[in-house]
């Protein structure tokens, strides 16, 4: 055997060759004509020098930086993802949802536009990916396919390009014990559980139900995070409950689920992050929006907004230029 290579030259002949070729990262290494390159999807980096060989994609936003960087050059902090659209699976078939329209895989291997079946997986998750999509604030603009003016249609929009991806699935066992839960950009729904146990406490001074549009947005905002913050970052811990780890990231969506709320009048906001079952003290170290004593507005805890602005700046790095 040659030893010359090292272990991977032994790992690759005793396992698949072309699952060695994913490496550093989980990025392919390619090999052929002695390229001795990653491939990063839009970009190829070469480990014997540390660089990129090809432009950000965003280096137009960042004229201060060179259009080789990576993550704004700060890579303790950010990572580079490239993505692809939300997708829906629905009995194992993947679904792309584009610009308010959906899509199936077509014969000759690209898409074509889909209609769901009434009262489906995929028609249900559809429905309210075009809602949020098409949503107008002031009666103007949206509707038909069209994107609406609103946050909601903005935040959406987000994930309709190659840089930024989101995956929906029916089910997990953690789903059924949630009714939602997002991994790695994975975003899990059980409909009958949400419908039993998805309530937030509210400006209205009670546990009230969560509507399936504000679960599927507020689990759009960890998939979201997942593509952009750097993962220990986004899981630092912000308290225990028993047997959990609240992690910090629950700021960014619980903000953002209350963007979608605070556009519709008639939706309260969500104060806490914690349901029902907890004894009060641990219930309070959830908060995440209080009452002005002065104005009688109900705004984001200070420790809540930092961490908020402090997300919507790491984005604003990447190119996303917030919509308030």
């Known amino acids: 055997m040659d030893y010359s290579k090292g272990y991977n ?10 699952a060695e070729a994913y490496k550093f990262n989980g990025k392919e290494y390619e090999d052929a004509l002695g390229l001795n390159m990653y491939e990063y999807g839009a970009r190829n980096y070469d480990p014997a020098v540390g660089r990129f060989f090809n432009i950000d994609n965003y280096a137009e936003k960042f004229s201060d930086v060179t259009p080789y960087q990576y993550a704004g050059n700060t890579p303790t902090y950010f ?3 490239n993505g692809e659209y939300i997708y829906v699976y629905d009995k194992g078939i993947k679904y792309k949802f584009d610009n308010g329209t959906l899509y199936a895989p077509a014969e000759d291997g690209g898409w074509e536009e889909h209609t769901p079946a009434a009262g489906s997986f995929l028609d249900s998750v559809f429905t309210e990916l075009k809602s949020m999509y098409e949503f107008s604030t002031g009666g103007s603009g949206g509707g038909n396919g ?23 699935k029916q089910e997990s066992s953690k789903a059924k014990m949630k009714g939602a839960f997002e991994q790695n ?9 949400i419908e039993k146990r998805a309530k937030a406490y509210t400006t209205n001074a009670k546990f009230e139900q969560i509507d399936l549009f504000l ?23 912000w308290f225990k409950v028993p047997g959990q780890t609240i992690i910090i990231d629950e700021f960014f969506a619980v903000g953002i689920e209350n963007y979608f709320r605070a556009e519709r009048q008639s939706t309260p906001i969500r104060t806490h992050y914690l349901g029902k079952g907890f004894d009060d003290t641990t219930f309070q170290k959830s908060r995440i929006y209080d009452q002005n004593k002065n104005t009688g507005q109900f705004e984001m805890t200070t420790q809540a907004l930092n961490i908020f602005n402090n997300y919507k700046k790491s984005l604003q790095h990447k190119g996303i230029q917030w919509k308030d």
């Open 185 to 193: 950009g994975f975003v899990y729904l059980d409909f009958e559980t």
């Open 215 to 237: 679960v599927i947005a507020h689990e759009l905002a960890h998939a979201l995070s997942y593509n952009l913050i750097n993962e220990k970052v986004r899981k630092a811990e």
């Open 79 to 81: 990572i580079d993802e």
């Open 146 to 168: 069209e994107a609406g003016n609103s946050f909601s249609s903005w935040f959406i929009g987000l994930f309709n390009n190659d840089n930024i991806n989101a995956y929906i």
């Open 9 to 18: 030259n032994i790992a690759n002949s005793c396992r698949s060759e072309e």
